[in-house]
């Protein structure tokens, strides 16, 4: 029952925008800190982004620091990851996960500490 479903992927050209849905049932995000990852074919996962429970506090990856914007309303249990202007670099297949506790881990590649992950939603960016 406990559940996150990602969505808004899809195939962008480079400079375009997407916005990116991390969406929770059976629990409640209010009290929890949500982080985004992605993985590309032959790379290791890695963190791009967190939110706290309340999205008073935000962490980036160097990479997307600038052109992404994490946040969340709670009223409808989903979180969001604006994504501006994208590079080839950036395509991969994204995921949220939930962090047992309101705040996001020091540092950024802390997929290891998060539990209850999506399925992920592919972002590819091509001319």
């Known amino acids: 029952q406990l559940q996150l479903v990602e969505s808004g992927g899809g195939l962008v050209q480079p400079g375009g925008s997407l916005r990116l849905s991390c969406a929770a049932s059976?629990?409640?995000?209010?009290?929890?800190?949500i982080g985004w990852f992605r993985q590309a074919p032959g790379k290791e996962r890695e963190g791009v982004s967190c939110?706290?429970?309340?999205?008073?506090?935000?962490n980036y990856a160097d990479s997307v620091k600038g052109r992404f914007t994490i946040s969340r309303d709670n009223a409808k249990n989903t979180v969001y990851l604006q994504m501006n202007s994208l590079k080839p670099e950036d395509t991969a297949v994204y995921y949220c996960?939930?962090?047992?506790?309101?705040?996001?881990?020091?540092?950024?590649?802390?997929?290891?500490?998060?539990?209850?992950w999506g399925q992920g939603t592919q972002v590819t960016v091509s001319s």
């Open positions: 059976g629990f409640s995000l209010d009290y929890v800190a």
């Open positions: 996960a939930a962090r047992g506790l309101n705040t996001c881990p020091a540092g950024i590649n802390t997929g290891h500490l998060f539990g209850s």
């Open positions: 939110i706290s429970n309340s999205g008073t506090s935000t």
